[in-house]
């Protein structure tokens, strides 16, 4: 028996054009209770990245593809496929990368390896939606001599810097290409900015020694991680006024409308200036997921909506106001592929009186004190808004403290 344990160091979070770097552990346990133990060996070990991708049928048509695809793994076969026994399609892999050949452990020996791959900036990000799923795992196989192949699976997170990536339908083989994008358009706010390629000005930290490969990624992810943080940060006055058929309601104000996964949005209303009496207000964040029209299942479907946060609130005589919606760590940034789109947006619902402010109050019978009780009955009229916002990834490392994956995966052969 071999135990194999692979541990992510950072956390199962990253950055598209990272380096993820995976320490992968092979263990012979040497048992207390047994009498006699003996030496184990494995003939071979291999990781590959790769990205999964899964739709709904009743939502996504995409094109026919070559069904022919070998799900039961031979007993001596030894061609490594990751994605063996995997729902969907893979539509990214990295090349495939050899640990070891012809290993022997000894009764409590380890053998510890080390595995780094940069992560392709030219994918989709990690995501869940009701129509379509990328996710990406790192797929560690090793057999035993004479044995089937046994595969370990590390899924994480991939958050992506670009706003378009391209993914070509199937070729062949049941399996999609991820084509190189016409042009990879990042983020307002990132887009006009230039990684420097002078050296000199980049981030560093003179007290580390790093390869040269390793370096470079590290700072890309640096600077990624402050021109989000600089594009986020700009404020400037948003005022919107809210008002119906009838008349003003009253005034909403936001300071900016870019914002990083696990920040919060924060609004105010003001209704002292309004004209029409508003009795109820509600604030939801959104994502909008919808599919590209060459691949929907039926002209004009429905736009998929999901809600991350709400507020709601009474607001009769009420002058001022204000919502605060936190953005979930755990949640996808807006992306755009050629089969499905995500977006952001503040979907606002106004419930208003149809009659003046001081009919909404009636004055009780009482001789000496005066007493105002609310109406039974009022004619209300109801509408709507949505405002698109923009959300951008943050640093992985923060999102990894909320991951539903583990740094540390293990399986026994």
Known sequence: MIEVLAKLGRGPVFLAGEVLECVITFTNPLSASSTSASSEMLAWASAQIHCQFHASENRVALPPSDGSKHDVQAENETVFVPN?????????????????????????????????????????????????????????????????????????????????????????????????????????????????????????????????????????????????????????????????????VGTFCIFKTVYKIGEDVIGTFNFSEGDIPCLQFSVSLQTEESIQEEFQRRRGQPVSFTVHARHQESCLHTAQSSFSLPIPLSSTPGFTTNIVSLKWRLHFEFVTSGESAGTCLVRGNQSEAVTWTGVEQMEVDTFSWDLPIKVLPTNPILASYVSQFSSTNSITI
């Open 84 to 248: 063996r026994g995997e729902r969907g399609q893979c539509i990214l892999s990295t090349p495939p990368k050899i640990l070891f050949c012809d290993l022997r452990l000894d009764p409590g020996e380890s053998k510890s390896y080390s595995y780094c791959e940069t992560l392709p900036v030219d994918g989709p990000p990690s995501f869940r939606g009701q129509s379509v799923k990328y996710v990406y795992k790192l797929t560690i196989g090793c057999q035993r001599v004479n044995s089937p192949i046994k595969l370990l699976r590390v899924p994480f997170r991939v958050l992506v810097l670009h706003g378009k990536t391209t993914l070509c339908p199937p070729a062949q083989a049941g399996q999609a290409a991820l084509c190189p994008a016409d042009t990879l358009t990042f983020f307002p706010g990132l887009k006009d900015y230039q990684f420097p390629q002078d050296e000199a000005v980049a981030p560093s930290n003179p007290f580390l020694e790093e390869e040269e490969g390793l370096k470079k990624d590290s700072r890309l992810a640096d600077l990624a991680t402050e021109l989000l943080m600089v594009a986020t940060s700009r404020r400037s006055l948003h005022l919107y006024n809210i008002s119906n058929t009838r008349g003003k």
